[in-house]
């Protein structure tokens, strides 16, 4: 049986940055802001528990028990059973607003992506055109995502101190989705913030350290790769600006690199101590700004407990169940538009990140105050970069 080419293997095995996805087919559109529903493809396979039940004693139940065994997938045999609690009373954004105002709803993780972040100037990486996979040409790379991969960059470290040049945290403000997780860390719901971004912008808009995974690292310290001594920004902030492959002065012979992960490395060990703890106590989580293609980060939407809601806010749907996977009722992945919206907990909201935690933040009765605190840390970053010349 061949995976589709839209198969995203979801796995917590994965303990390195990997990217684990199939090329869409030329002829498949992605579901997008102007796309909101799905094309009801997905209602071919089965997803209602009766069905599933009998998977369950077919030869494909036991292809399936063998492949999660064998792939160290995650199962979804108790997921099934919690399917069908009713947490929202509807599936939208309404719902998820109500949900959060009520008493049931105390602990939030956030996860989030470079789509927090495009609004402060700082771009993706796959969207088409503006991503920057797309405008890596000029570093006459064997494939884009070879600028962060270890193996290369011991060969030619050049083209990712050029465009680290681009990516470091200098000037940058935090964006409305940012201030979004601060108010709910503020109200005390913010359970934890996951972020796969290296921008420091979530602790620029004031969430605190504690609150905070920085799943792939951070540009704030590195280390030479030869003799691991450690490093401060602003000592490669200033060889990175004056075009200076950053050398170890310790030993001299190795290369000093940012400690953001690099495909091939593994992730900080604060990511994998408290994920197992934190999701499983998650009552709502909510996804912004991400393709969810990178793995391990990827499959954290598949560890909270089976009945706690999940909204995406993103520009288009992603890291939806795939069909295959679901026939083979391994239940990893979002599922929006179920048929039978009893049993659906998954949410997508499409469009800006932005307008979507505002929007959300209204719904909340919070609407002005995001908008004020907004206006106040903006200005105090304006004051401190005017002092600092
Ligand atoms: P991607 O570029 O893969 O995905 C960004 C997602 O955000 C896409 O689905 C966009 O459609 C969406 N998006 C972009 N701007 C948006 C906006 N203003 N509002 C709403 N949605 C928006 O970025 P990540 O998922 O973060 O790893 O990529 C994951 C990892 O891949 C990165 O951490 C990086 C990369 O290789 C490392 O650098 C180690």
């Known amino acids: 049986m061949q995976l589709s080419p839209r198969t995203v293997i979801r796995c917590r095995g994965f303990p390195r940055l990997s990217v684990f996805e199939m090329e869409k087919p030329k002829d498949e559109k992605p579901s997008t802001a102007?796309?909101?529903?799905?094309?009801?493809?997905?209602?071919?396979?089965?997803?209602s528990s009766s069905e599933a039940t009998e998977l369950e004693d077919s030869s494909v139940g036991k292809i399936r028990k063998y492949l999660a065994q064998k792939l160290g997938l995650h199962d979804s045999d108790d997921e099934r059973d919690g399917q069908g609690a009713h947490m929202l009373t509807?599936?939208?954004?309404?719902?998820?607003?109500?949900y959060i105002k009520s008493s049931g709803c105390?602990?939030?993780?956030?996860?989030?992506?470079?789509?927090?972040?495009?609004?402060?100037?700082?771009p993706d990486f796959r969207s088409p055109k503006s991503g920057l996979y797309h405008n890596l040409e000029k570093y006459n790379l064997p494939h884009p995502q070879a600028i962060f991969e270890l193996d290369f960059f011991m060969e030619n470290p050049e083209p990712f101190f050029v465009l680290a040049k681009q990516l470091m945290p200098i000037g940058f403000k935090?964006?409305?989705?940012?201030?979004?997780?601060?108010?709910?860390?503020?109200?005390?719901?913010?359970?934890?913030?996951?972020?796969?971004?290296?921008?420091?912008?979530?602790?620029?808009?004031?969430?605190?350290?504690d609150a905070l995974v920085e799943a792939h690292g951070t540009f704030h310290t590195g280390h030479c790769l030869q003799c691991k001594a450690s490093y401060e920004f602003e000592w490669m902030k200033e060889k990175i600006l004056a075009d200076e492959i950053p050398g170890c002065e310790k030993c001299k012979d190795g290369i000093v690199k940012p400690d953001i992960v690099f495909f091939g490395e593994t992730l900080p060990d604060r990511f994998h101590t408290l994920i197992d703890n934190d999701f499983k106590q998650a009552d709502l989580l909510i996804i912004m700004g991400s393709s969810l293609v990178v793995q391990p980060f990827a499959s954290l939407v598949d560890m909270v407990p089976p009945n706690c809601p999940r909204l995406l806010i993103n520009k288009e749907k992603?890291?939806?169940?795939?069909?295959i996977m679901r026939f083979l009722g391994l239940k990893q992945g979002l599922m929006f538009d179920p048929t039978d919206t009893n049993t659906g907990r998954d949410v997508a909201w499409l469009g800006e990140c932005d307008t979507g935690c505002q929007l959300l933040a209204d719904k909340l009765g919070w609407g002005e105050e995001m908008k004020v605190l907004i206006e106040k840390e903006q200005k105090n970053i304006e004051v401190e970069k005017s002092k600092e010349g």
């Open 174 to 209: 935090p964006t409305p989705s940012h201030y979004f997780i601060r108010l709910l860390w503020e109200k005390g719901l913010l359970l934890r913030h996951y972020t796969q971004n290296v921008d420091t912008l979530e602790r620029v808009a004031g969430i605190p350290g």
């Open 90 to 98: 509807e599936l939208s954004l309404d719902g998820i607003a109500e």
């Open 318 to 323: 992603v890291g939806m169940q795939d069909r």
């Open 106 to 122: 105390r602990k939030i993780i956030t996860m989030a992506g470079a789509g927090i972040s495009t609004s402060a100037g700082i």
């Open 34 to 47: 102007e796309d909101k529903r799905d094309s009801g493809a997905e209602d071919e396979t089965p997803n």
